[in-house]
Every structure is written in structure tokens, then in C-alpha cells.
């Protein structure tokens, strides 16, 4: 099924950790984000991508790092995780200035 | 202040009950505007647009009043499958990205 996929579903880190959440997308978007979700915060966007080959800050970019791999696929990179990153991590892709997103299910992290 | 502010709820209503949620924006630039819906521990979906005309899709209608900046969701006979997070967002015309507000929850019972 078309759609955008994120892996893992869920992850635990020890503080000062390092991983790389993974997303692809098949529905042919050029533009890609990533999210996250924090209790009574509501989806903040740490980084995204407007087409292959840029990448841009979001409202939340501090800590973070991200690739734009290809048309497809749009990584995030944790380099030194800290609790304060535990959250819900969405992706997202859609055509450029949409208001149409669509989301993969999400990466539940708790970095501990 | 937040770009775009919600009421968290809950709203707790019973089966056929109608209710309406309201959202305001802070940023007179923005373009477009939607309703978003998000399932316990799921990922948002599109839920439907917002136009300026007011716009209807079976048991919801959403309105907006760019005078105020508010925007608004109605949704009448409800069902016990209506029970999620609605979420209020805007493209804003500074970015060209979407900004979410925080959601309201509804928990409709039998």
C-alpha cells in the first residue's frame, strides 16, 4: 500500500546514545518532515525537507540531524540523545506548500 | 502565545449528542486551514479543509471567520467512532508549513 513508512515502531536509548530514525515514502512527494509529539505540546516540526537535495530547521532542530537520501527517503539522526528526546516521532511527506500531509504510524523513543 | 490555540477538553458527550470545537490563529498570513484527526497512539489524518465559505462532509461541517481567526468544527449525531483527538492546523504563509495546535480530545459515550 502507498503510504510512508518509519522504522523502528519503538526504540529505548541510554542517555548519550546515538541512532537514526529511517522513513520512506512511495507516494511520489517532494517534500518531507519530521515531527514530534510531546504531551499537551501538540506536533512540533524539528526538520524538513522541501525537495531531494535540501533540507531546512524546523521550530525544534536543536539536537537533531537529518539526510535527504533521495526523493524517497528522509532520515533523523539522534547523535548524543538526552531524556529531554523522549517523545513521538512522526514523519510525513506531501507536495510543496499542501496542506495534505500523510504521516507514517510513528517511532515511539524513550531515552533513558 | 501559541500560533495556533485549542481547548485540550476532554469533551465528554453522549451517543447522537452534537459538539462543536473552536480554534483560534494568531498569524493573519495564513493561507489554508484543516482539521486533522488522530486516533489514540496513532498518526494524524486529514480530516477535511477548512473554506471560507463554511464546508460540509456528512455529519461534520467545519466554518471559518478570518475577521476573528477562529476556526471551527461541528460534528452532529455522534458516534462512539468519533472518539479522538481533533486536531486544529494552519499553513502558514510565513513558512509554507503546517502548524499545529495542541488537539481536542472527545470521548463520546454509549
Redesign the interface.
Known amino acids: 500500500n502507498a503510504g510512508v513508512t518509519q522504522t523502528p515502531k519503538f526504540q529505548v536509548l541510554k542517555t548519550g546514545q546515538s541512532m537514526t530514525l529511517q522513513c520512506a515514502q512511495d507516494m511520489n512527494h517532494n517534500s518531507m518532515?519530521w515531527?514530534r509529539q510531546d504531551p499537551?505540546?501538540?506536533?512540533?516540526?524539528i526538520y524538513?525537507s522541501a525537495s531531494e537535495g535540501t533540507t531546512d530547521k524546523?521550530e525544534v532542530p536543536n539536537g537533531y540531524n537529518v539526510s535527504r537520501l533521495n526523493k524517497r527517503e528522509f532520515s533523523l539522526r539522534l547523535e548524543s540523545a538526552a531524556p529531554s528526546q523522549t517523545s513521538v516521532y512522526?514523519c510525513a511527506s506531501s507536495y510543496?506548500?499542501q496542506?495534505?500531509?500523510t504521516?507514517?504510524?510513528?517511532t515511539r523513543l524513550t531515552v533513558v | 502565545r501559541k500560533e495556533v490555540e485549542q481547548d485540550p477538553g476532554p469533551f465528554n458527550v453522549p451517543e447522537g449528542a452534537t459538539v462543536a470545537f473552536n480554534c483560534t490563529y494568531s498569524n493573519s498570513a495564513s493561507q489554508s486551514f484543516f482539521w486533522y484527526r488522530q486516533d489514540c497512539r496513532k498518526e494524524p489524518k486529514l480530516l477535511m479543509s477548512v473554506y471560507s465559505s463554511g464546508n460540509e462532509d456528512g455529519r461534520f461541517t467545519a466554518q471559518l471567520n478570518r475577521a476573528s481567526q477562529y476556526i471551527s468544527l461541528l460534528i452532529r449525531d455522534s458516534k462512539l467512532s468519533d472518539s479522538a483527538t481533533y486536531l486544529c492546523v494552519v499553513l502558514s504563509g510565513n513558512t509554507g508549513k503546517l502548524i499545529f495546535g495542541q488537539g481536542t480530545t472527545l470521548q463520546v459515550k454509549p
Open positions: 518532515y515531527y499537551g505540546m501538540g506536533l512540533r516540526l524538513y524546523g512522526f510543496p506548500g496542506g495534505s500531509y504521516f507514517g504510524s510513528g
